[in-house]
């Protein structure tokens, strides 16, 4: 059974840093551009990051504070979020889709999701 799951999140103060991650099982994430996903309350889904299943090509969607990576010998992705912020509040979700090269970084461009991992910045 093919899933994608999600670690990491929890409350933390604004100013410090998380880095989440996304473990796959059920298939290798070898041949899968990957992608970092948030949803925010009351709010639609938006991308924050993509990488290509090399991981040589990235795009970011939020630009700053955002580092995403991924390790095919682990079969995971990771994203680094620093100097986090009130706002970056929202339940962040990694997505999986067959591409080689680096497809839009969009939700409608993802076929496999995780179940999410809530992170809450406090000010």
Known sequence: QLQLVE???GLVHA??????????S???????????FRQ?????REAVSCISSSGGSTKYTVKGRFT???DNAK???YLQVDN???????????????????PVCNVAGFDYWGQGTQVTVSS
């Open 7 to 9: 670690s990491g999140g």
């Open 26 to 36: 059920g298939f290798t994430l070898d041949y899968y551009a990957l992608g970092w």
């Open 75 to 77: 079969n995971a992705v």
């Open 40 to 44: 925010a309350p009351g709010k639609e």
């Open 68 to 70: 995403i990576s991924r």
């Open 84 to 102: 986090l912020k009130p706002e970056d509040t929202a339940v962040y979700y990694c997505a999986a889709r067959v591409s080689r090269s680096l």
């Open 15 to 24: 100013g410090e840093s998380l880095r989440l991650s996304c473990e796959a």
